[in-house]
């Protein structure tokens, strides 16, 4: 007899601010304008300005192949932000590596446009993909890997329920260099 396969997911997220979604053709004009507006980082962890030339449609059709490729093959998700008031589309948030079996693994990552900062906006969409992963992926263990001097992004962690597991030494390699990170872990049964 053959085992049943669950339903996919559908990957549509939605809160009281934020909608979160993967990209979509239409949203190139959206995408486009959000990374024009950047002038500058704000600081190293800030990596949202982008070469004009990054920028057109062709190489934003080859992203939304990659992303939609990485969910088929079950490696990532990446959910596009967007404003519920303005539609503006503000970050990404990115579930990955997904280690099923006996570990039920997955990790999170964060990006959103300075811009947004400190309206609890990336809380406000990690939590929604965390619940996200936990209910629909049935994982046990998700981890965010955080540069231990990135403090913004360790509070966030923080503030998300995480535990900080501990220092994952040499874990990138950033301008020639290695660098130590922080381990976050939020387990199923951790969730609030």
Not at 71 to 84: H, K, M, P, S, Y
Not at 104 to 125: D, R, V
Not at 134 to 149: C, E, G, S, T, Y
Request: aromatic content about 12%; cysteine-free; overall charge positive.
């Amino acid at each position: 007899m053959r085992r049943k396969t669950p339903p996919r997911p559908k990957f549509l997220i939605k809160t009281d601010r934020l909608t979160l979604r993967p990209l979509r053709r239409p949203d190139y004009k959206v995408w486009r304008e959000a990374y024009l507006e950047v002038k500058k980082n704000k600081n190293k962890y800030d990596r949202t300005l982008r070469k004009r030339s990054d920028l057109t449609e062709r190489k934003f059709l080859k992203l939304l192949q990659r992303q939609s490729l990485a969910r088929r093959l079950d490696q990532r998700v990446e959910f596009a932000i967007f404003r519920n008031d303005t539609g503006q589309f503000i970050g990404m948030v990115y579930l990955f590596v997904f280690v099923r079996a006996i570990f039920k693994h997955g990790m999170l990552g964060y990006s959103l446009f300075s811009s947004q900062w400190g309206k609890g906006l990336a809380l406000e969409a990690s939590k929604a993909v965390l619940d996200f992963a936990f209910d629909q992926f049935d994982l046990h263990r998700i981890v965010a890997i955080i540069d231990k001097d990135n403090k913004r992004s360790n509070s966030l962690a923080r503030r998300l329920g995480m535990t900080r597991e501990g220092r994952w030494r040499g874990a990138v390699q950033e301008k020639g260099r290695w660098v130590d990170h922080q381990v976050w872990v939020m387990l199923s049964e951790d969730r609030s």
